[in-house]
């Protein structure tokens, strides 16, 4: 019901850094949270980071705290993930997704974005 645009993917090089961009089509303020994840060739999806408006919590996988930063701007409908200190094991396709009722049932999702992590 919610469409998603993710943009911002690119390649970088080990260390270097990347901002993602996820717009929706309706108010953010109407989802309770939102998420992003990413799939690595020949791997299954996993959950990077989500944050829930209601609580203002963020949460994020072992594998990237400390480097990246989930944020939202209701003004701009939009997410985003600040990616620092970026290894070559975070390559892969990023998605944003909705849990518009923040039980973690992801119900929206973009088309992805690629980011390449690669000297």
């Known amino acids: 019901q919610v469409q998603l645009v993710e943009s911002g993917g690119g390649l970088v090089q080990p260390g270097g850094s990347l901002r993602l961009s996820c717009v929706a089509s309706?108010?953010?303020?109407?989802?309770?949270?939102m998420g992003w994840f990413r799939q690595a060739p020949g791997k299954e999806r996993e959950f990077v980071a989500s944050?829930?408006?209601?609580?203002?919590?963020?949460y994020y996988a072992d594998s990237v705290k400390g480097r990246f930063t989930i944020s939202r701007d209701n003004a701009k409908n939009s997410v985003y993930l600040q990616m620092d200190s970026l290894k070559p094991e975070d390559t892969g396709v990023y998605y944003c997704?909705?849990?518009?009722?923040?039980?973690?049932?992801?119900?929206?999702w973009g088309q992805g974005t690629q980011v390449t992590v690669s000297s």
């Open positions: 997704a909705t849990d518009p009722w923040g039980d973690s049932r992801f119900e929206d």
């Open positions: 944050i829930s408006w209601r609580s203002q919590s963020k």
């Open positions: 309706t108010s953010i303020s109407d989802i309770a949270s």
